[in-house]
């Protein structure tokens, strides 16, 4: 990147890989983190392992403020696709490349170059992968519209803890998605489209509430937000909630001092038995 550019210029990154390009991903994601005001998307190009596939995506991005981050296996291919950017005045990033000279060096050995082959020797089930990209995709009331296809919907007070039970539940193979339920806010209409026993609450009791979101605030230095950790609001909260998941006939499962595999085996419980499927652990 030229001196003085800033990385807000930048619209979009994308992701290519000759795999799934989930590492890769979760590293840029996590490094934007550092960049709270910024508003980039990010794009994943799986599967790339042929210069078509390069020259198709280098046709795409040239004309959008971007960055193409790679996680390339093939030396010909990464060199590929860093000259083409080069020559399209477009930013990449190889994330592939120094490591395997590096190890190269030190192995004094040839890589094998194999696409895929983490995946295959790792027997990593891409139906967890697909739980987790999908998982991710709708956390806390992301991606509404595609609702329907969530196998389990979660919702719940803020720091009831939806995000961390989502996500051991897509690394079990589930497709959740958690929505948020803040009192005097519609949800989505989706929700009304929503299969009643796919939809789980989560109640938890106003003293975990409580230590939840004043640990919240400490780690944001927000301590001025009275009201986000009041007693009396918490336990207000509460009643509105539970009034919301008993009116609309959501199971309710309670999370409060229990450990996030005790609720999870609950709800996948519950779940294989109402739809008589098997679960997928």
């Known amino acids: 990147m030229a001196d003085g550019e800033n990385i807000q210029d930048f619209q979009m990154i994308y992701v290519a890989s000759c ?60 060199q590929y696709l860093t000259r ?21 060096t030190f192995l004094n050995a040839e890589p094998l170059e194999q696409p895929g082959l983490y995946r295959r020797m790792h027997n990593i089930d891409l139906k967890q992968v697909s739980a987790i990209d999908f998982t991710l995709a709708h956390d806390d009331g992301l991606s509404p519209d595609t609702l329907s296809e969530a196998e389990i919907i979660l919702v719940g007070l803020s720091r009831a803890g939806k995000t961390p039970l989502s996500m051991y539940m897509a690394v079990l193979g589930w497709k959740v998605a958690n929505i948020p339920y803040v009192p005097g806010v519609a949800m989505p209409d989706s929700m ?63 999370v409060s001092n229990k450990p996030i595999e005790t609720s999870a085996e609950e709800i996948i419980e519950m779940i294989t038995r109402r739809f008589k499927t098997e679960a997928h652990n």
């Not at 599967?47 to 995506?57: F, K, N, P, S």
């Not at 083409?84 to 190269?104: A, C, E, F, R, Y």
């Open 19 to 78: 795999g799934e390009g989930i590492n890769a991903f979760n590293l840029v994601e996590s490094t934007l983190v550092q960049f709270p005001e910024s508003e980039i998307s990010v794009v994943k190009v799986p599967h790339i392992r042929t210069e078509i596939q390069v020259d198709e995506l280098i046709e795409k991005v040239k004309d959008i403020e971007s960055l193409v981050v790679h996680t390339i296996v093939n030396q010909k291919l990464r």
């Open 84 to 104: 083409k950017g080069i020559d399209n005045n477009i930013v990449t990033i190889d994330l592939m490349g120094p490591v395997i000279s590096k190890i190269q």
């Open 192 to 254: 009304k489209n929503v299969d009643r026993r796919r939809i789980f609450s989560l109640n938890i009791n106003t003293k975990q509430l409580l230590a939840h979101r004043k640990l919240r605030q400490e780690s944001l230095g927000t301590r001025g937000f009275y009201s986000y950790s009041s007693r009396t609001d918490i336990e207000m909260e509460i009643q509105y909630a539970q009034k919301y998941y008993v009116t609309n006939g959501f199971s309710m499962i309670d």
